[in-house]
């Protein structure tokens, strides 16, 4: 962490590069061409005639061959000496990227673009690139961690002068709340984010030991026999601890129910129907439904268990509706 | 065949396009876009930013949300510009789910909502304006 005074510092030697181009007016390296089209479209499976096919390409509103307008920036990157990263710095953007990194904001995030085009490119036309640092956002709090929006302009020119387009990038500069984890071997990577899992302790994992087992169970007191859920250790009636379970038939009807559809967190089907359902033993329990159009979703409509199992072998209760 | 502008109403939806999205996707698109960025093509270089692997560079999210808009309105329609917000990464072994629908048309111009979602969530949200015939 910075003190106060360094961090004023800090901030007006960052703040200084704010209206700076990142470097003079660079010209595209090659022209705009064929070979680099083509590639651009194999890799984004792009059929479009008028970037391939020059007969279809004359017929067409353009008179010609066109460059895909998204592949304006890629005209003007740097290329392959990027993969040595910003560590040294070869133009204005990097030199305040470099200043923020060692500063502790070493995380980096691309998080939106805006661009406009004024008209296509064709083969033969070599455009170059004027990029200014346009902004730098007071500190921020984000959910990846607390750092500086930048955001950079990039105008394109012809060889007569002409602007052809516009794109500004935003990318946050952060201090990561989660340090960077070293490489692992590579043989446990998780692709794909699963269901947030419920605690267990001596009061419940058994109840999550029956749902893996197929049964919908619900808790009852030994002593006076009213049920219970989620289950736990002593009988709100009466004040006993003995108690037993009873298996449910699964069948119910909608209590209430919201539908979530924002935040969509990862690892979960959305929009997610969370339900609180009356089980016909007389026990409410909370629950999603599925295969349900979340329109078609009343209250009081009849529902039927399921043991559900998610990829990794997880299971748990969820409801469907009954004709 | 191109979409005309007199054929497009508000609230029409884009045929959907799912993308497996494979490393040779992901590097194929880095690379045609001239970006060498490690994240992008080096996967231990990935994982030491705390990404399980190799993920798509936004010029490749930009071309498949503009492929994705272009192949319904075809040859003759010409994006004037695109607005598009970054959510999750979008890396491979999963599916990047696009769709779209015409959320105004006026003066010549549809401008298309499109969303990109994959198993982690939402990996892009994007606006195009698109001059049509």
Redesign the interface.
């Given at each position: 962490m910075l003190t106060p005074e360094k961090k004023k510092e800090f901030e007006e030697q960052i703040r200084a590069y704010v209206g700076k181009p990142i470097s003079p007016p660079t010209p595209a390296r090659d022209e705009v061409n064929e070979p680099m089209i083509r590639q651009w479209c194999d890799a984004m499976g792009d059929e479009l005639p008028i970037y391939l096919d020059s007969d279809a390409a004359a017929k067409s509103v353009h008179g010609g061959l066109v460059a895909p307008p998204a592949m304006l920036q890629a005209w003007t990157m740097e290329g392959f000496s990027m993969h040595e990263g910003y560590d040294v710095p070869r133009n204005e953007e990097h030199r305040l990227h470099k200043l923020m990194t060692d500063a502790g904001y070493t995380g980096v995030l691309g998080t939106d673009i805006e661009q406009e085009f004024h008209r296509y490119l064709r083969p033969g036309e070599r455009v170059t690139v004027n990029t200014v640092i346009a902004d730098i956002s007071p500190e921020k709090a984000t959910g990846v961690g607390t750092g500086y929006f930048i955001t950079t302009r990039s105008t394109w020119t012809d060889e007569a002068g002409e602007e052809v387009g516009w794109l500004s990038f935003r990318v946050l500069k952060f201090i990561p709340k989660d340090p960077p984890k070293p490489a692992s071997d590579g043989g446990a990577v998780q692709s794909k984010p699963s269901r947030i899992k419920p605690p267990r302790g001596q009061d419940n994992a058994w109840w999550w030991d029956e749902v893996a087992n197929g049964k919908l169970p619900i808790q009852r007191c030994k002593s006076c026999g009213k049920l219970r859920h989620p289950p736990r250790p002593i009988c709100d009636a009466c004040g006993a601890t003995g108690w037993d379970f009873i298996e449910s038939t699964g069948r119910g009807t909608l209590h209430s129910f919201t539908i979530i559809r924002y935040p969509q967190f990862p690892g979960y089907e959305f929009p997610i129907i969370a339900a609180l359902v009356d089980l016909e033993e007389g026990q409410r329990i909370v629950s999603n439904v599925v295969d349900c159009d979340p329109a078609d979703v009343k209250i009081g409509m009849k529902l039927q268990s399921f043991i559900h199992e998610d990829e990794d072998g997880f299971k748990l209760p969820l409801f469907r509706p009954v004709a | 065949m191109s979409v005309r502008f007199d054929e497009v109403r508000a609230g029409q939806e884009l045929p959907p396009l799912d993308?497996p999205v494979t490393a040779a996707?992901v590097v194929?698109?880095a690379?045609?876009?001239?970006?060498?960025?490690?994240v992008h093509h080096d996967?231990?270089a990935a994982?030491?930013?705390?990404l399980?692997?190799v993920f798509m560079n936004?010029?490749?999210t930009?071309?498949?949300?503009?492929?994705f808009v272009?192949?319904w309105a075809?040859?003759?329609a010409?994006?004037?510009?695109?607005?598009?917000?970054?959510g999750?990464p979008m890396?491979?072994?999963?599916t990047l789910k696009l769709r779209g629908s015409v959320t105004a048309a006026e003066d010549g111009v549809a401008e298309v909502q499109v969303t990109g979602?994959n198993?982690?969530?939402?990996h892009v949200t994007a606006t195009l304006k698109v001059a049509l015939?």
């Open positions: - | 993308v996707i194929g698109g690379l045609a876009s001239r970006d060498y960025t490690p996967r231990s994982q030491a930013n705390g399980p692997d936004i010029l490749t930009n071309g498949y949300v503009s492929r272009t192949d075809g040859p003759d010409i994006i004037r510009g695109i607005k598009l917000k970054l999750g890396l491979p072994g999963d979602d198993a982690w969530g939402n015939p």
